[in-house]
């Protein structure tokens, strides 16, 4: 079966530190992969996805980047955090677009910027 | 684009069944409507998806009507472990973009 890991599950950085956050998927082939981001109370903003290694699209402009690496690894990062990045970070994965994308989350990391 | 609209909240009470509707009006040939359920600090979990008229599973029914701009989650026989917020997805066919609805949450009384 399919699993999607993320970490670290919760982060306190301070303003201007940098940031990794990290997502695994294990079970499954050319996943396509996202990030999100939830702010507190609010719904889901897609950030990136990507249907291959080193395929990354950004849905909106922003302080963060993404990238893959590897097939079933993707990677959110930062140079330079600012308070308007804490949220709570989603990575979900899905099959072959053509099929509902239908998506599977992880567990999330809660990011607090002070 | 298609953009999907949801209530922002609604309660029921243990045992009723509860409707959901979400609108989404352009919405295209190809497109899938997913349904998820967040419970805080909690990663969505899919719950049913649909492309036209009905689909029922072990947890809910979707209803989507021949005009597909609105479809309705049935939760059968409530119960205070369905308390959460339930959010409505078009899923494009063709690219990976994906528009979430803002949710709308459900709250269940004793």
């Known amino acids: 079966s399919q699993t999607i890991h993320q970490w670290p599950a919760t982060l306190v950085q301070p303003v201007g530190s940098p940031l990794s956050l990290e997502c695994t998927v294990e079970g499954t082939s050319n996943p396509n992969l996202y990030w999100y981001r939830q702010a507190a109370g609010r719904g889901l903003q897609l950030l990136f996805y990507?249907?291959?290694?080193?395929?990354i699209s950004s849905e909106v402009p922003q302080n963060l980047s993404a990238s893959r690496p590897q097939d079933r690894q993707f990677i959110l990062s930062s140079k330079k955090l600012l308070l308007s990045d804490s949220g709570f970070y989603l990575c979900?994965?899905?099959?072959?677009?053509?099929?509902?994308?239908?998506?599977?989350f992880g567990p999330g990391t809660r990011l607090t910027v002070t | 684009l298609a953009k999907t609209t949801q209530p922002i909240s609604m309660d029921s009470y243990e045992g009723q069944e509860v409707n959901i509707t979400c609108s989404h009006n352009?919405?295209?040939?190809?497109?899938?409507i997913t349904w998820y359920q967040q419970f805080p600090s909690q990663g969505p979990r899919f719950i049913i998806q649909?492309?036209?008229t009905k689909v029922t599973n072990e947890v809910a029914s979707l209803f989507i009507p021949a005009d597909r701009k609105s479809s309705t989650l049935s939760l059968p026989r409530v119960s205070l472990s369905d308390t959460a917020v339930y959010y409505c997805l078009v899923a494009y066919s063709s690219a990976s973009k994906i528009i979430f609805g803002s949710g709308t949450r459900l709250s269940i009384r004793p």
């Open positions: 649909g492309y036209k």
């Open positions: 352009n919405i295209a040939t190809n497109d899938y």
């Open positions: 979900a994965w899905s099959g072959l677009a053509g099929k509902g994308n239908e998506q599977y």
């Open positions: 990507s249907v291959g290694i080193g395929q």
